[in-house]
């Protein structure tokens, strides 16, 4: 049974940062890209980051791009997303995800991820 956790979410002030935390119990963990998405209160999901299997390729949205940072440490089987100058329009709930096909088409896809969490809220105020 495969678990994705995240963690590190939580209530800041705008222009503040947090960084979230997803850790995996896929045996091949190394071989999965990951990805954040996010879903704000009446709003789709939306994805925001992704990154390759071996780290070397990273997509985010554009809204995010120059403040959030996507990335992996295969040996503790973690990706993280670093968010910085938080805004209130971050706020949602993030999940992670894993994609285990090797290509690296359609990275911003949910349906292209089998693996996903519960969810982390973050919450940036005004």
């Known amino acids: 049974q495969v678990q994705v956790v995240e963690s590190g979410g939580g209530l800041v002030q705008a222009g503040g940062s947090l960084r979230l935390s997803c850790t995996a119990s896929i045996r091949s963990f190394s071989t999965y890209h990951m990805g954040w998405f996010r879903q704000a209160p009446g709003k789709e999901r939306e994805f925001v980051a992704a990154?390759?299997?071996?780290?070397?390729?990273?997509n985010y949205l554009d809204s995010v791009k120059g403040r959030f940072t996507i990335s992996r440490d295969n040996a503790k089987k973690t990706a993280y997303l670093q968010m910085n100058d938080l805004k209130p329009e971050d706020t949602a709930v993030y999940y992670c995800?894993?994609?285990?096909?090797?290509?690296?088409?359609?990275?911003?896809?949910?349906?292209?991820?089998?693996?996903w969490g519960q969810g982390a809220q973050v919450t940036v105020s005004s």
């Open positions: 990154i390759s299997w071996r780290g070397s390729s990273t």
């Open positions: 995800a894993a994609r285990g096909d090797l290509s690296e088409s359609y990275y911003d896809d949910p349906e292209k991820y089998i693996f």
